[in-house]
């Protein structure tokens, strides 16, 4: 539940459902526990179809493309699962442009 004031009244609200509870006067002591900062490592990283950043690492005659069976393409990882499970390993085929992934 979440903190807010609503028509002049503190109230908790239910992020997921939308339920309100009014809060009681003498309850109306609320603070917060964990405050989330982002840094540089966290902001979103784009890879654009037509553009390959030069900075992607390549793979040569290590992992061949399913599509067109080239031996190079460019590979990077991404945690796309929870916190506790191994990050994803995408390729992109530097000959045809397929992009697929690998759960580790």
């Given at each position: ?30 603070k917060?526990v ?11 990283i ?13 793979l040569?005659?290590v ?42």
């Amino acid at each position: 539940m979440k903190p807010k004031k609503i028509d002049g009244k503190d109230v908790y609200v239910c992020p997921k459902c939308g339920y309100t509870e009014e809060v009681e006067p003498k309850k109306n002591e609320y603070k917060i526990v964990n405050k989330i900062k982002h840094g540089e490592k966290d902001k979103l990283i784009i890879v654009d179809e037509n553009k390959i950043p030069e900075t992607l690492p390549k793979l040569k005659d290590v992992v061949y493309c399913p599509k067109c069976g080239n031996n190079e393409v460019y590979y990077w990882t991404m945690q796309t699962r929870a916190a506790d499970e191994p990050p994803t390993r995408f390729y992109k085929c530097t000959k045809c442009g397929y992009v697929w992934r690998e759960y580790e």
